[in-house]
């Protein structure tokens, strides 16, 4: 029986969760169980580039950080670069030979590039650089699913001509059909002559059964992570692959190390951070949903399962494989064309300092400061959405213009006491007469990509984020100034990310805007400063 290898990817493809911020003696004591348990190759992290926002250690993994580590003899450590930023970056030869092995004692046994199609020739490049060192070289290609044979083909072919020794190819959207991992493994066959990696998700829970058929069309590497712990629905799980796969290993396993591991460290991750498959990741599998867009939802939006399944039928007719939070409106059309309100924030704000409260943990966190940081300057205060972070009369208004968050929120609002900005010419009826127990100003919104301009009585967004309509009404208010908290932002790999990267761009872009300052901490390239300062 042909054997196979299994790499454990946990601390890589986990740190989504918690911006691979792993503790020091948790990964100590899971390369220790791993190591005992019979795994032999560890993806430790990411090695990125970025250094523009806190991420722990696992999202650079640098050599003096993996020198740091007690790491069994019998591991073989590896990480994971982006290819997009080493392109983006420019790099020499030398500086991109610094930057992936560093130094001559350097103990990685293994660098996995990720890579787009389109990006696969320029990365190839920088990959021939290393072909003296001794290391295994792996490429992972992604997104191979949207791809037809002849793609796949063509592409294979170049990379048939590097130093590359492992091709890897990743089941992105979680619901690959047996029929299609074969076909994808007989095109990368006609070229590629070496090993084959197969990286599952488990959003249909079938990614166990994938990664064995996988195995069967002649694949050789496979990804899996304890417990499953990964971006999303997660992968397979390694406690499960050591068992399934025990025949197919060249080496003795034990499992109990590994199960040790999970009740002393992971089951209280698991409970905090709640990965795994559910149905929403499974209907997302079966209709090729790109997997974050329920990420975002279940961690953003306190929806009901029907508004939960309103959105997946959309997202279902929109075919959407790729990230974009625009979509995840139910009826997105409603934002579409031009509108106008009846209200002109102006009236209201009259040119005074303004402070929104952002829905992020910072505002909880920090809200005994807000709070006398609201009685010290006495800002026009715009809360998003129901939240309860300061106490109600500090707070002037609310806003909201997310459909869904409406639909989830229409009890609550119905018990709060200030005046609610929204849409209303944009809302069903059921909405507006869920609203109308209470004081309601109808500021228009429009959603147009690429743009984001405030008006008298209404604005254009490039989505429909609440935290973009009370910059517009604050601007439209014209604020002498705009003070921000619990917009913590969200790391640098998360697509939600450069999604509020881009509405800063947009926003500074503009003729005339109110200066921004954050007072609880961000991530975001913006003026910042200390609520506790006042």
């Given at each position: 029986m042909?054997?196979?290898?299994?790499?454990?990817?946990?601390?890589?493809?986990?740190?989504?969760?918690?911006?691979?911020?792993?503790?020091?003696?948790?990964?100590e004591?899971?390369?220790?169980?791993?190591?005992?348990?019979?795994?032999?190759?560890?993806?430790?992290?990411?090695?990125?580039i970025?250094?523009n926002?806190?991420?722990?250690?696992?999202?650079?993994?640098?050599?003096?950080?993996?020198?740091?580590?007690?790491?069994?003899?019998?591991?073989?450590?590896?990480?994971?670069?982006?290819?997009?930023?080493?392109?983006?970056?420019?790099?020499?030869?030398?500086?991109?030979?610094?930057?992936?092995?560093?130094?001559?004692?350097?103990?990685?046994?293994?660098?996995?590039?990720?890579?787009?199609?389109?990006?696969?020739?320029?990365?190839?490049?920088?990959?021939?650089?290393?072909?003296?060192?001794?290391?295994?070289?792996?490429l992972?290609?992604?997104?191979?699913?949207?791809?037809?044979?002849?793609?796949?083909e063509?592409?294979?072919?170049?990379?048939?001509?590097?130093?590359v020794?492992?091709?890897?190819?990743?089941?992105?959207?979680?619901?690959?059909?047996?029929?299609?991992?074969?076909?994808?493994?007989?095109?990368?066959?006609?070229?590629?002559?070496?090993?084959?990696?197969?990286?599952?998700?488990?959003?249909?829970?079938?990614?166990?059964?994938?990664?064995?058929?996988?195995?069967?069309?002649?694949?050789?590497?496979?990804?899996s992570?304890?417990?499953?712990?990964?971006?999303?629905?997660?992968?397979?799980?390694?406690?499960?692959?050591?068992?399934?796969?025990?025949?197919?290993?060249?080496?003795?396993?034990?499992?109990?190390?590994?199960?040790?591991?999970?009740?002393?460290?992971?089951?209280?991750?698991?409970?905090?951070?709640?990965?795994?498959?559910?149905?929403?990741?499974?209907?997302?599998?079966?209709?090729?949903i790109?997997?974050?867009f329920?990420?975002?939802?279940?961690?953003?939006?306190n929806?009901?399962?029907?508004?939960?399944?309103?959105v997946?039928?959309?997202?279902k007719?929109?075919?959407?494989?790729?990230?974009n939070?625009?979509?995840?409106?139910?009826?997105?059309?409603?934002?579409?064309?031009?509108?106008?309100?009846?209200?002109?924030?102006?009236?209201t704000?009259k040119?005074?300092e303004?402070?929104?409260?952002?829905?992020?943990?910072?505002?909880?966190?920090?809200?005994?400061?807000?709070?006398?940081?609201?009685?010290i300057?006495?800002?026009?205060?715009?809360?998003?959405?129901?939240?309860?972070?300061?106490?109600?009369?500090?707070?002037d208004?609310?806003?909201?213009?997310?459909?869904?968050?409406?639909?989830?929120?229409?009890n609550?609002?119905k018990r709060?006491?200030?005046?609610?900005?929204?849409?209303?010419?944009?809302?069903?009826?059921?909405?507006?007469?869920?609203?109308?127990?209470?004081?309601?100003?109808?500021?228009?919104?429009?959603?147009q990509v690429?743009?984001?301009?405030?008006?008298?009585?209404?604005?254009?967004?490039?989505?429909?984020?609440?935290?973009?309509?009370?910059?517009?009404?604050?601007?439209?208010?014209?604020?002498?100034?705009?003070?921000?908290?619990?917009?913590?932002?969200?790391?640098?790999?998360d697509?939600?990310?450069?999604?509020?990267?881009?509405?800063?761009k947009?926003?500074?872009?503009?003729?005339?805007?109110?200066?921004?300052?954050?007072?609880?901490?961000?991530?975001?390239?913006?003026?910042?400063?200390?609520?506790?300062?006042?």
């Amino acid at each position: 029986m042909r054997k196979i290898n299994l790499l454990d990817c946990t601390l890589r493809d986990g740190g989504y969760y918690n911006n691979w911020d792993f503790p020091i003696d948790l990964i100590e004591d899971y390369l220790k169980s791993l190591s005992q348990s019979g795994v032999r190759f560890i993806e430790l992290g990411f090695r990125s580039i970025n250094s523009n926002n806190y991420m722990g250690p696992c999202a650079h993994t640098k050599n003096s950080f993996i020198e740091s580590l007690k790491i069994p003899k019998n591991l073989k450590i590896g990480v994971m670069i982006n290819a997009s930023e080493i392109l983006s970056s420019k790099m020499s030869k030398k500086e991109f030979i610094n930057f992936v092995i560093g130094n001559q004692n350097s103990q990685i046994s293994f660098i996995r590039f990720a890579c787009h199609f389109n990006e696969v020739e320029k990365v190839l490049t920088y990959i021939n650089y290393l072909k003296n060192k001794k290391i295994k070289i792996m490429l992972n290609l992604m997104q191979i699913t949207e791809r037809n044979p002849e793609e796949i083909e063509n592409i294979t072919k170049k990379i048939s001509k590097s130093i590359v020794d492992v091709l890897y190819f990743a089941d992105s959207m979680g619901g690959l059909a047996q029929e299609k991992i074969e076909s994808i493994i007989k095109s990368l066959k006609i070229y590629w002559k070496k090993d084959i990696g197969f990286h599952a998700h488990d959003n249909m829970g079938k990614a166990l059964t994938n990664a064995q058929q996988s195995i069967n069309y002649g694949v050789n590497w496979i990804d899996s992570t304890v417990t499953g712990m990964g971006r999303g629905p997660g992968n397979v799980k390694t406690e499960y692959a050591l068992i399934e796969f025990k025949d197919r290993l060249d080496h003795k396993f034990n499992i109990a190390p590994i199960l040790s591991l999970i009740d002393k460290r992971f089951k209280d991750l698991k409970k905090k951070y709640n990965w795994g498959p559910n149905v929403y990741y499974f209907l997302s599998g079966l209709y090729g949903i790109h997997p974050t867009f329920i990420q975002s939802m279940l961690k953003d939006l306190n929806l009901k399962s029907e508004e939960m399944l309103s959105v997946i039928e959309n997202l279902k007719k929109d075919k959407a494989t790729k990230f974009n939070r625009n979509l995840i409106e139910v009826g997105k059309q409603i934002y579409k064309g031009s509108t106008s309100g009846a209200w002109s924030p102006l009236s209201t704000i009259k040119k005074r300092e303004v402070l929104i409260l952002g829905s992020g943990p910072g505002s909880k966190k920090h809200s005994e400061a807000i709070e006398r940081f609201v009685k010290i300057k006495k800002p026009f205060v715009i809360a998003l959405n129901d939240q309860k972070t300061i106490k109600e009369s500090l707070i002037d208004i609310r806003v909201a213009c997310h459909t869904l968050r409406l639909a989830s929120d229409l009890n609550r609002f119905k018990r709060i006491s200030q005046p609610i900005v929204v849409p209303l010419k944009r809302l069903s009826k059921k909405q507006i007469k869920g609203l109308k127990k209470g004081k309601i100003f109808d500021y228009g919104l429009e959603v147009q990509v690429g743009k984001f301009t405030f008006k008298k009585n209404s604005t254009i967004m490039p989505n429909s984020l609440t935290i973009c309509y009370a910059l517009a009404i604050a601007n439209s208010g014209q604020a002498k100034k705009i003070y921000l908290t619990g917009l913590d932002g969200y790391p640098v790999e998360d697509p939600r990310r450069a999604e509020m990267d881009e509405v800063f761009k947009l926003y500074f872009s503009q003729k005339n805007y109110s200066d921004i300052i954050s007072v609880t901490p961000t991530r975001y390239k913006i003026k910042s400063t200390s609520v506790y300062a006042y």
